[in-house]
Protein backbone atom coordinates (compact mmCIF):
# COMPACT_ATOMS: atom_id res chain seq x y z
CA UNK A 1 0.00 0.00 0.00
CA UNK A 2 1.37 3.02 -0.89
CA UNK A 3 0.65 6.51 1.51
CA UNK A 4 1.87 9.88 -0.06
CA UNK A 5 2.42 12.30 2.16
CA UNK A 6 1.74 15.87 1.73
CA UNK A 7 1.45 16.96 5.44
CA UNK A 8 3.41 18.83 7.78
CA UNK A 9 4.25 19.48 11.30
CA UNK A 10 2.13 17.33 13.96
CA UNK A 11 -1.61 16.04 12.84
CA UNK A 12 -0.78 14.44 9.43
CA UNK A 13 2.46 12.94 10.10
CA UNK A 14 1.04 11.15 12.83
CA UNK A 15 -1.26 9.56 10.67
CA UNK A 16 1.15 8.46 8.19
CA UNK A 17 3.26 7.41 10.81
CA UNK A 18 0.84 5.00 12.36
CA UNK A 19 -0.12 3.91 8.55
CA UNK A 20 3.78 3.15 8.14
CA UNK A 21 3.91 1.24 11.50
CA UNK A 22 0.71 -1.18 9.92
CA UNK A 23 3.58 -1.90 7.01
CA UNK A 24 2.34 1.08 4.14
CA UNK A 25 5.02 2.72 2.44
CA UNK A 26 4.64 5.77 3.03
CA UNK A 27 6.45 8.61 1.24
CA UNK A 28 6.79 11.97 2.65
CA UNK A 29 6.82 15.20 -0.10
CA UNK A 30 8.74 17.90 1.93
CA UNK A 31 9.54 21.34 0.77
CA UNK A 32 13.24 22.64 -0.95
CA UNK A 33 15.56 23.90 1.68
CA UNK A 34 13.90 23.16 4.96
CA UNK A 35 11.65 20.48 4.29
CA UNK A 36 8.87 19.85 6.72
CA UNK A 37 8.53 22.48 9.91
CA UNK A 38 9.05 20.66 12.56
CA UNK A 39 12.76 19.91 11.53
CA UNK A 40 13.86 23.12 12.95
CA UNK A 41 11.30 22.66 15.77
CA UNK A 42 13.28 22.49 18.59
CA UNK A 43 16.13 22.24 21.13
CA UNK A 44 17.09 19.45 21.62
CA UNK A 45 19.02 19.05 18.26
CA UNK A 46 21.23 16.40 18.00
CA UNK A 47 24.54 16.24 16.16
CA UNK A 48 24.86 13.30 13.24
CA UNK A 49 28.28 13.03 10.80
CA UNK A 50 30.16 15.88 9.35
CA UNK A 51 27.76 17.38 6.76
CA UNK A 52 24.48 17.21 8.03
CA UNK A 53 22.23 19.23 9.82
CA UNK A 54 21.62 18.62 13.50
CA UNK A 55 18.73 16.64 14.07
CA UNK A 56 15.68 17.71 15.39
CA UNK A 57 14.22 15.34 18.28
CA UNK A 58 10.90 16.69 17.40
CA UNK A 59 11.11 15.47 13.81
CA UNK A 60 12.44 11.80 14.93
CA UNK A 61 9.36 11.57 16.94
CA UNK A 62 6.81 11.45 14.30
CA UNK A 63 8.54 10.38 11.22
CA UNK A 64 10.02 7.07 11.44
CA UNK A 65 8.78 4.39 8.94
CA UNK A 66 9.07 6.94 6.06
CA UNK A 67 11.03 7.65 3.03
CA UNK A 68 11.90 11.25 2.14
CA UNK A 69 11.34 13.38 -1.43
CA UNK A 70 11.45 16.74 -1.88
CA UNK A 71 8.97 18.60 -4.30
CA UNK A 72 8.51 22.17 -5.33
CA UNK A 73 4.79 22.34 -5.78
CA UNK A 74 4.93 25.53 -7.53
CA UNK A 75 6.60 23.97 -10.24
CA UNK A 76 5.04 22.05 -12.96
CA UNK A 77 8.13 19.58 -13.28
CA UNK A 78 7.69 18.49 -9.71
CA UNK A 79 3.92 19.16 -9.81
CA UNK A 80 3.81 15.92 -12.96
CA UNK A 81 6.19 14.06 -10.29
CA UNK A 82 3.62 14.23 -7.38
CA UNK A 83 0.94 13.30 -9.82
CA UNK A 84 3.18 10.41 -11.27
CA UNK A 85 3.25 9.72 -7.30
CA UNK A 86 -1.17 10.13 -7.06
CA UNK A 87 -1.74 7.48 -10.18
CA UNK A 88 0.09 4.48 -7.97
CA UNK A 89 -0.89 6.04 -4.41
CA UNK A 90 -3.67 4.07 -2.60
CA UNK A 91 -3.90 6.94 0.26
CA UNK A 92 -2.95 10.78 -0.08
CA UNK A 93 -2.77 13.05 3.45
CA UNK A 94 -2.69 16.94 3.28
CA UNK A 95 -3.13 19.40 6.08
CA UNK A 96 -3.30 22.62 3.59
CA UNK A 97 -4.93 25.54 4.74
CA UNK A 98 -8.22 25.34 2.88
CA UNK A 99 -7.77 26.46 -0.77
CA UNK A 100 -3.87 25.59 -0.90
CA UNK A 101 -3.71 22.82 -3.48
CA UNK A 102 -7.08 23.75 -5.26
CA UNK A 103 -4.58 27.31 -6.21
CA UNK A 104 -1.48 24.47 -7.44
CA UNK A 105 -4.48 22.50 -9.49
CA UNK A 106 -3.88 20.25 -6.90
CA UNK A 107 -7.84 19.85 -5.25
CA UNK A 108 -8.49 16.69 -3.85
CA UNK A 109 -11.25 16.15 -6.16
CA UNK A 110 -8.83 16.37 -8.90
CA UNK A 111 -7.14 13.76 -7.90
CA UNK A 112 -9.49 11.58 -7.58
CA UNK A 113 -10.73 12.50 -11.10
CA UNK A 114 -7.26 11.09 -11.72
CA UNK A 115 -7.40 8.59 -9.59
CA UNK A 116 -10.91 7.17 -8.60
CA UNK A 117 -9.37 4.75 -5.85
CA UNK A 118 -7.51 7.25 -3.80
CA UNK A 119 -8.21 7.73 -0.06
CA UNK A 120 -7.25 11.36 0.71
CA UNK A 121 -7.45 12.12 4.35
CA UNK A 122 -7.23 16.26 4.30
CA UNK A 123 -6.75 17.47 8.15
CA UNK A 124 -7.39 21.38 9.11
CA UNK A 125 -7.16 23.28 12.37
CA UNK A 126 -11.17 24.05 12.54
CA UNK A 127 -12.80 22.65 9.39
CA UNK A 128 -12.78 23.19 6.05
CA UNK A 129 -16.27 24.59 6.00
CA UNK A 130 -18.50 26.24 8.23
CA UNK A 131 -18.17 30.51 9.55
CA UNK A 132 -15.04 29.86 10.15
CA UNK A 133 -14.05 27.37 8.07
CA UNK A 134 -10.58 27.43 6.70
CA UNK A 135 -8.97 28.98 9.79
CA UNK A 136 -5.53 28.16 10.80
CA UNK A 137 -5.14 25.73 13.47
CA UNK A 138 -2.39 24.90 16.35
CA UNK A 139 -2.59 22.88 18.77
CA UNK A 140 -2.49 25.04 21.76
CA UNK A 141 -5.00 27.16 20.05
CA UNK A 142 -7.44 24.35 19.48
CA UNK A 143 -7.00 23.18 22.69
CA UNK A 144 -8.16 26.48 23.98
CA UNK A 145 -10.71 26.77 21.01
CA UNK A 146 -12.22 23.58 21.55
CA UNK A 147 -12.89 23.96 25.54
CA UNK A 148 -10.35 21.16 26.65
CA UNK A 149 -7.75 24.15 28.74
CA UNK A 150 -11.04 24.98 30.33
CA UNK A 151 -11.28 21.74 32.32
CA UNK A 152 -7.45 21.00 32.76
CA UNK A 153 -5.26 21.83 35.73
CA UNK A 154 -5.48 23.93 39.04
CA UNK A 155 -8.69 25.12 40.12
CA UNK A 156 -8.82 28.93 38.18
CA UNK A 157 -6.05 27.93 35.73
CA UNK A 158 -6.78 26.57 32.53
CA UNK A 159 -3.20 24.64 31.47
CA UNK A 160 -2.52 22.89 28.08
CA UNK A 161 -1.29 18.91 27.73
CA UNK A 162 1.85 18.77 28.31
CA UNK A 163 1.69 16.83 24.53
CA UNK A 164 0.32 18.43 21.46
CA UNK A 165 -3.19 16.06 22.30
CA UNK A 166 -5.46 17.93 19.58
CA UNK A 167 -2.68 17.09 16.60
CA UNK A 168 -2.27 13.59 17.90
CA UNK A 169 -5.91 12.83 18.17
CA UNK A 170 -6.54 14.87 14.44
CA UNK A 171 -3.64 12.36 13.40
CA UNK A 172 -5.13 9.17 15.11
CA UNK A 173 -8.71 10.27 14.17
CA UNK A 174 -7.69 10.67 10.60
CA UNK A 175 -5.91 6.96 10.59
CA UNK A 176 -9.07 5.69 11.87
CA UNK A 177 -11.41 7.41 8.82
CA UNK A 178 -8.34 5.82 6.25
CA UNK A 179 -8.99 2.53 6.93
CA UNK A 180 -12.44 2.52 7.45
CA UNK A 181 -12.51 4.20 3.58
CA UNK A 182 -9.65 1.49 2.85
CA UNK A 183 -12.25 -1.29 4.02
CA UNK A 184 -15.28 0.70 2.25
CA UNK A 185 -12.97 0.32 -1.01
CA UNK A 186 -12.89 -3.52 -0.99
CA UNK A 187 -16.52 -3.55 -1.55
CA UNK A 188 -17.12 0.07 -3.91
CA UNK A 189 -13.92 -0.37 -5.97
CA UNK A 190 -13.93 3.82 -5.10
CA UNK A 191 -11.70 6.34 -2.69
CA UNK A 192 -13.00 9.18 -0.98
CA UNK A 193 -12.08 12.17 1.19
CA UNK A 194 -12.14 12.07 4.75
CA UNK A 195 -11.66 15.15 6.57
CA UNK A 196 -11.03 15.71 10.63
CA UNK A 197 -9.96 18.82 12.74
CA UNK A 198 -7.63 19.37 15.65
CA UNK A 199 -11.66 21.20 16.72
CA UNK A 200 -13.39 17.95 15.77
CA UNK A 201 -10.74 15.67 16.95
CA UNK A 202 -11.05 17.76 20.36
CA UNK A 203 -14.13 17.56 20.50
CA UNK A 204 -14.43 14.01 20.05
CA UNK A 205 -12.68 13.24 23.52
CA UNK A 206 -15.17 15.42 25.62
CA UNK A 207 -16.71 12.36 27.27
CA UNK A 208 -18.21 13.20 30.25
CA UNK A 209 -17.25 16.72 30.56
CA UNK A 210 -19.54 17.14 27.12
CA UNK A 211 -22.15 15.83 28.54
CA UNK A 212 -21.88 17.18 31.70
CA UNK A 213 -22.67 20.56 29.92
CA UNK A 214 -24.99 19.01 26.52
CA UNK A 215 -27.01 17.16 28.96
CA UNK A 216 -26.74 18.46 32.88
CA UNK A 217 -26.24 22.17 31.68
CA UNK A 218 -23.08 21.92 33.81
CA UNK A 219 -20.56 23.81 32.37
CA UNK A 220 -17.12 22.07 33.49
CA UNK A 221 -13.93 23.85 35.39
CA UNK A 222 -10.59 23.18 35.86
CA UNK A 223 -10.14 20.75 39.25
CA UNK A 224 -6.86 19.64 39.15
CA UNK A 225 -5.60 16.32 39.94
CA UNK A 226 -8.96 14.59 41.39
CA UNK A 227 -11.63 13.12 38.93
CA UNK A 228 -14.52 15.38 38.95
CA UNK A 229 -17.09 12.47 39.15
CA UNK A 230 -15.52 9.72 41.27
CA UNK A 231 -13.56 9.95 44.57
CA UNK A 232 -11.43 8.88 45.65
CA UNK A 233 -9.66 8.80 42.26
CA UNK A 234 -6.43 10.96 41.54
CA UNK A 235 -3.15 12.34 43.30
CA UNK A 236 -2.89 11.96 47.14
CA UNK A 237 0.53 12.72 49.43
CA UNK A 238 2.24 10.71 51.38
CA UNK A 239 4.89 10.01 54.06
CA UNK A 240 7.83 10.86 50.53
CA UNK A 241 5.83 11.72 47.76
CA UNK A 242 2.61 11.32 46.09
CA UNK A 243 0.36 8.28 44.75
CA UNK A 244 -2.25 7.72 42.55
CA UNK A 245 -5.49 6.20 43.48
CA UNK A 246 -8.38 4.92 41.79
CA UNK A 247 -11.43 3.52 44.02
CA UNK A 248 -13.93 3.57 40.91
CA UNK A 249 -17.03 1.09 42.63
CA UNK A 250 -18.26 0.94 45.85
CA UNK A 251 -16.85 -2.63 46.47
CA UNK A 252 -13.11 -1.07 46.12
CA UNK A 253 -14.07 1.71 48.56
CA UNK A 254 -14.85 -0.92 50.91
CA UNK A 255 -11.71 -2.85 50.55
CA UNK A 256 -9.89 0.64 50.58
CA UNK A 257 -12.08 1.13 53.87
CA UNK A 258 -10.97 -2.30 55.32
CA UNK A 259 -7.19 -2.25 54.77
CA UNK A 260 -6.67 1.28 56.13
CA UNK A 261 -9.51 0.80 58.92
CA UNK A 262 -11.76 3.94 58.08
CA UNK A 263 -15.43 3.55 58.36
CA UNK A 264 -16.47 2.61 54.36
CA UNK A 265 -20.66 4.03 56.06
CA UNK A 266 -19.51 7.53 57.48
CA UNK A 267 -22.90 9.79 56.08
CA UNK A 268 -20.14 11.69 54.12
CA UNK A 269 -18.53 9.62 52.36
CA UNK A 270 -21.20 6.33 51.81
CA UNK A 271 -22.02 6.52 48.71
CA UNK A 272 -19.72 8.31 45.50
CA UNK A 273 -22.01 11.47 45.15
CA UNK A 274 -21.48 11.93 49.25
CA UNK A 275 -17.98 11.52 48.37
CA UNK A 276 -17.70 13.32 45.07
CA UNK A 277 -19.83 16.42 47.22
CA UNK A 278 -17.27 15.86 50.22
CA UNK A 279 -14.04 15.58 48.50
CA UNK A 280 -12.05 18.10 50.32
CA UNK A 281 -12.87 16.95 53.41
CA UNK A 282 -12.20 13.17 51.93
CA UNK A 283 -8.63 14.27 50.52
CA UNK A 284 -8.00 15.40 53.72
CA UNK A 285 -8.56 12.10 55.92
CA UNK A 286 -6.44 10.31 53.13
CA UNK A 287 -3.60 12.35 53.26
CA UNK A 288 -3.17 11.82 57.06
CA UNK A 289 -3.52 8.65 56.93
CA UNK A 290 -1.43 8.09 53.89
CA UNK A 291 1.16 10.49 55.80
CA UNK A 292 2.69 7.53 58.12
CA UNK A 293 3.68 5.43 54.37
CA UNK A 294 6.39 5.86 52.35
CA UNK A 295 5.20 5.54 48.40
CA UNK A 296 6.85 1.99 48.01
CA UNK A 297 5.24 0.53 51.49
CA UNK A 298 1.80 2.47 50.26
CA UNK A 299 1.95 0.74 46.74
CA UNK A 300 2.55 -2.49 48.27
CA UNK A 301 -0.57 -2.10 50.77
CA UNK A 302 -2.84 -0.89 47.83
CA UNK A 303 -1.47 -3.58 45.44
CA UNK A 304 -2.38 -6.23 48.26
CA UNK A 305 -5.82 -4.90 48.75
CA UNK A 306 -6.70 -5.21 44.76
CA UNK A 307 -6.79 -0.89 44.87
CA UNK A 308 -5.52 0.49 41.02
CA UNK A 309 -2.65 2.79 42.19
CA UNK A 310 0.05 4.18 40.79
CA UNK A 311 3.65 6.33 41.14
CA UNK A 312 4.10 9.20 38.67
CA UNK A 313 7.28 8.61 36.61
CA UNK A 314 9.46 10.62 35.09
CA UNK A 315 10.07 10.17 31.28
CA UNK A 316 13.83 8.77 32.18
CA UNK A 317 11.84 6.40 34.52
CA UNK A 318 9.04 5.23 32.08
CA UNK A 319 11.60 4.30 29.07
CA UNK A 320 13.54 2.16 31.73
CA UNK A 321 10.55 0.19 33.22
CA UNK A 322 10.90 -3.12 32.74
CA UNK A 323 7.19 -3.04 32.14
CA UNK A 324 7.57 -0.47 29.11
CA UNK A 325 10.11 -2.22 27.19
CA UNK A 326 8.31 -5.47 27.68
CA UNK A 327 5.79 -4.25 25.33
CA UNK A 328 7.80 -2.86 22.74
CA UNK A 329 7.63 0.88 23.89
CA UNK A 330 11.18 1.24 22.72
CA UNK A 331 12.92 0.38 19.60
CA UNK A 332 16.32 1.36 18.02
CA UNK A 333 16.44 2.26 14.19
CA UNK A 334 19.73 2.98 12.63
CA UNK A 335 19.70 6.31 11.01
CA UNK A 336 21.65 7.83 8.49
CA UNK A 337 23.14 10.75 9.91
CA UNK A 338 23.02 9.68 14.42
CA UNK A 339 23.35 6.03 13.70
CA UNK A 340 21.60 3.59 16.21
CA UNK A 341 19.13 5.93 18.09
CA UNK A 342 16.06 4.72 20.24
CA UNK A 343 12.34 5.93 19.64
CA UNK A 344 8.89 5.41 21.43
CA UNK A 345 7.93 2.51 19.25
CA UNK A 346 4.31 1.21 18.09
CA UNK A 347 1.46 1.50 20.77
CA UNK A 348 0.07 -1.65 19.08
CA UNK A 349 0.75 -5.65 19.40
CA UNK A 350 -0.75 -8.56 16.74
CA UNK A 351 -0.92 -12.23 17.77
CA UNK A 352 -2.36 -15.21 15.93
CA UNK A 353 -5.18 -17.44 17.63
CA UNK A 354 -2.37 -19.43 19.12
CA UNK A 355 -0.65 -16.69 20.77
CA UNK A 356 1.97 -16.31 18.48
CA UNK A 357 3.16 -12.39 18.51
CA UNK A 358 3.18 -11.15 14.34
CA UNK A 359 6.29 -8.77 15.33
CA UNK A 360 7.61 -6.55 13.27
CA UNK A 361 11.63 -7.40 12.27
CA UNK A 362 12.34 -3.87 11.53
CA UNK A 363 11.76 -0.56 11.38
CA UNK A 364 12.44 2.44 9.33
CA UNK A 365 14.61 5.74 10.73
CA UNK A 366 12.88 9.13 10.03
CA UNK A 367 14.39 10.08 6.96
CA UNK A 368 17.45 12.84 6.00
CA UNK A 369 15.64 15.22 4.05
CA UNK A 370 15.01 13.82 0.39
CA UNK A 371 17.28 10.58 1.01
CA UNK A 372 15.15 8.48 -0.81
CA UNK A 373 14.14 11.32 -3.62
CA UNK A 374 16.44 9.54 -6.36
CA UNK A 375 15.43 6.33 -6.04
CA UNK A 376 11.44 7.35 -5.82
CA UNK A 377 12.49 9.21 -8.86
CA UNK A 378 14.21 5.91 -10.24
CA UNK A 379 11.35 3.93 -9.50
CA UNK A 380 8.71 6.26 -11.11
CA UNK A 381 10.84 6.03 -14.29
CA UNK A 382 11.27 2.58 -14.31
CA UNK A 383 8.63 0.72 -16.59
CA UNK A 384 7.57 -1.89 -14.21
CA UNK A 385 6.79 0.86 -12.15
CA UNK A 386 2.92 1.41 -13.58
CA UNK A 387 2.13 -2.20 -12.65
CA UNK A 388 4.42 -2.01 -8.78
Known amino acids: ?48 QAGHDAES ?28 LVDRAD ?47 YDQIAQGEAGLMSFTGPAGQPIKAGTPIADLLAGMYGAYGVLAALHERTSSGSGQIVRTSLLAASVGVHAFQGT ?19 APYGSFACADGIVQIAVGSEKLWRAFCTGFTLDPDHPEFADNGSRVHNRAALVRLIEETFSHWTSVELLGKLNALGIPAGRVRSLD ?26 LPGPPLRFFAADETERIRSEHGAPPLLDQHGPAIRAWLDAPEAAHA
Open 1 to 48: MLVVDLSRALAGPHATMMLGDLGARVIKVETPGRGDDTRGWGPPFVKG
Open 317 to 342: QVYSWEQTLSQGLLIEVDHASLGPVR
Open 91 to 137: VLVENFRTGVLERLGLGLGTLLERNPALVALSITGFGHDGPEGGRAG
Open 212 to 230: RWTVAGVVPVPEGNHHVAI
Open 57 to 84: TYFLSTNRNKESLVLDLKSAEDREVLLR
